[in-house]
């Protein structure tokens, strides 16, 4: 049984807005990494530097927007009840 809970939790399953959110993160975030970053590694000049930082900023993207947490879920789309229609002969 754990197994299904698991199973539905690493679904994924959010929102159309929750997919919008997503989206302005991990484009926020990744932009100012790489600027972050850049100059960091170009103050210090240091490659590695530069690619530590991005790199763990990118982890730590992966962690927040990954999981199916529940404020990408805060809209759920309502479907329209099913329609019953009979066959005429």
């Known amino acids: 049984m754990s197994g299904n809970v698991l199973q ?3 679904e994924g399953k959010i929102d159309f807005a929750g997919q ?3 989206d302005d993160i991990v484009r926020i975030w990744l932009i ?3 600027a972050i970053s850049f100059v960091a ?3 210090l000049q240091s490659l590695l530097v530069t ?3 991005l790199g763990l900023s990118t982890v730590a993207l992966l962690v927040v927007v990954i999981p199916p947490w ?3 879920n ?3 789309v309502k479907w329209l009840p099913v329609a019953e229609t009979k066959k005429s002969k």
Do not use: C, D, Q
């Open 20 to 22: 919008k959110l997503v």
């Open 32 to 34: 100012a990494a790489t």
């Open 51 to 53: 690619f530590s930082i």
């Open 70 to 72: 529940p404020m990408f």
């Open 8 to 10: 539905e939790y690493l």
């Open 74 to 76: 805060r809209h759920p």
């Open 41 to 43: 590694g170009f103050a």
